[in-house]
T-cell receptor, first 109, second 117 residues
Framework: SQQGEEDPQALSIQEGENATMNCSYK?????LQWYRQNSGRGLVHLIL?????REKHSGRLRVTLDTSKKSSSLLITASRAADTASYFC?????????FGQGTELSVKP | GAVVSQHPSRVICKSGTSVKIECRSL??????MFWYRQFPKQSLMLMATSNEGSKATYEQGVEKDKFLINHASLTLSTLTVTSAHPEDSSFYIC?????????????FGSGTRLTVV
């Protein structure tokens, strides 16, 4: 089962621009995580934000969480061509990670 | 850091045959392992959760007799796709959670691309 929606489904930007991806979820959560997947590869954990946190930073990544709206956003600043990948949010549902639909990000040099 | 090794990375098999995919946690003991399936341009769908020494818990709609999961040790889980058909062609990914990190310490394998011809 999928947890929720992500938008946009696809995003194409120029190098140096910022990329914002949004995620909505349905159930109560303990935390929300963002992952990155390069084409045909496994997933890489990017960042985790707990339900009692509203914002978190890690390098060029900024994640926000609004539990009242059941939504989260991932901002990648100063994007690079190497950021081209699919990005997924995931919620921990009683010990199981459930993923959103994902956003396919393309950063053009 | 935690590493999960998944093999094979690619496999092509004939329709009707069975394929086994292995998932190993190399430097930690995995209390729980998860198996996901991913179709092109789509998200990961959880197929089943396996705990060491017990039967796997399958998600709704996943045929347990077709996708056999064995979690014989704290470092190894296997997924066997039995009597594979072309519609089983997909990208399969395993994930392991660490015993000492609670529910949110997940590490993913690099995935297995299965093509059934």
């Amino acid at each position: 089962s999928q947890q929720g929606e992500e938008d946009p489904q696809a995003l194409s930007i120029q190098e140096g621009e910022n990329a914002t991806m949004n995620c909505s979820y349905k159930t109560s959560i303990n935390n929300l995580q963002w992952y990155r997947q390069n084409s045909g590869r496994g997933l890489v954990h990017l960042i985790l934000i707990r339900s009692n946190e509203r914002e978190k930073h890690s390098g060029r990544l900024r994640v926000t969480l609004d539990t009242s709206k059941k939504s989260s956003s991932l901002l990648i600043t100063a994007s690079r061509a190497a950021d081209t990948a699919s990005y997924f949010c995931a919620t921990d549902d009683r010990g199981k990670l459930i993923f959103g639909q994902g956003t396919e990000l393309s950063v053009k040099p | 850091g935690a590493v999960v090794s998944q093999h094979p990375s690619r496999v092509i098999c004939k329709s009707g045959t069975s394929v086994k995919i292995e998932c190993r946690s190399l430097d930690f003991q995995a209390t729980t392992m998860f198996w996901y399936r991913q179709f092109p341009k789509q998200s990961l769908m959880l197929m089943a959760t396996s705990n060491e020494g017990s039967k796997a818990t399958y998600e709704q709609g996943v045929e347990k007799d077709k996708f056999l999961i064995n979690h014989a040790s704290l470092t190894l889980s296997t997924l066997t796709v039995t009597s594979a058909h072309p519609e089983d062609s997909s990208f399969y990914i395993c994930s392991a959670s660490r015993r000492d990190r609670g529910n949110y310490g997940y590490t993913f394998g690099s995935g297995t691309r299965l093509t059934v011809v």
